[in-house]
């Protein structure tokens, strides 16, 4: 069955450092998203992206996220300075153009120290 | 999109059927019942989908009211690894559009042995 993959599936990283999770969404999907999940909380919306733009992003997705997908394969979250409160799961996701699901990676657990 | 009500746990013994209600009293003619899956921390994974008909796959079963406004996921013959986070969403039809999915607070089902 085809898989969304996410790269890597852990990243510590010092405050106000870069980071970028890596996804590759399932090849004839169109539409894809990430989403992030703090510990012991909801899985909350960041942001989705379809024919190589931003269609709908959430507060939380402000001027320090950027999202590219650089060779239309590999779908990517981008983080400029991260600060402690971003340390969660970030799972990317991806659907075909119908109303069937959506796939979800397994996750990114981004811990920012 | 219409809001949902899901009890905060449940309980099943293994092997017995796993009957998971959400309640989307606003719910509106073009929207969909999704339900999805998160099994500790994992990304969530789509169970199924409908939209007035009663739907069923080789996961689950999904039972809608004539009324619309209400679901039941039916798992069933429950195992321990269907111990999850189950989530009820209600999205419009989306079909042509990047619309995200809005994830509640789910229902903790615990399948014991």
């Known amino acids: 069955e085809p898989e969304v993959t996410q790269t890597p599936s852990h990243q510590v990283t010092q405050m106000g450092q870069e980071v970028i999770l890596r996804c590759v969404p399932i090849?004839?999907?169109?539409?894809f998203y990430w989403y992030r999940q703090i510990l012991g909380q909801k899985v909350e919306f960041l942001v989705s992206?379809?024919?190589?733009?931003?269609?709908?992003k959430s507060e939380i997705f402000d001027d320090q996220f950027s999202v590219e997908r650089p060779d239309g394969s590999n779908f990517t979250l981008k983080i400029r300075s991260t600060k402690l409160e971003d340390s969660a799961m970030y799972f990317c996701?991806?659907?075909?153009?119908?109303?069937?699901?959506?796939?979800f990676g397994s996750g990114t657990r981004l811990t920012v120290v | 999109d219409a809001k949902t009500t899901q009890p905060p746990s449940m309980d099943c013994a293994e092997g017995r059927a796993a009957n998971l209600p959400c309640n989307h009293s606003?719910?509106?003619?073009?929207?969909?019942v999704y339900w999805y899956r998160q099994i500790h921390s994992q990304g969530p994974q789509y169970i199924i989908h409908?939209?007035?008909n009663n739907e069923t796959n080789e996961m689950a079963s999904l039972i809608i009211t004539e009324d619309r406004k209400s679901s039941t996921l039916i798992l069933p013959h429950a195992t321990l690894r269907d111990t999850a986070v189950y989530y009820c969403?209600?999205?419009?039809?989306?079909?042509?559009?990047?619309?995200?999915?809005?994830f509640g607070s789910g229902t903790q089902l615990t399948v014991l042995p």
């Open positions: 090849s004839n999907h169109l539409y």
């Open positions: 969403i209600v999205r419009p039809r989306a079909t042509g559009s990047a619309r995200q999915l809005t």
């Open positions: 409908g939209l007035k």
């Open positions: 606003t719910i509106s003619g073009n929207e969909y």
């Open positions: 992206f379809y024919n190589n733009e931003i269609s709908e």
């Open positions: 996701a991806s659907r075909d153009q119908g109303d069937g699901g959506y796939t």
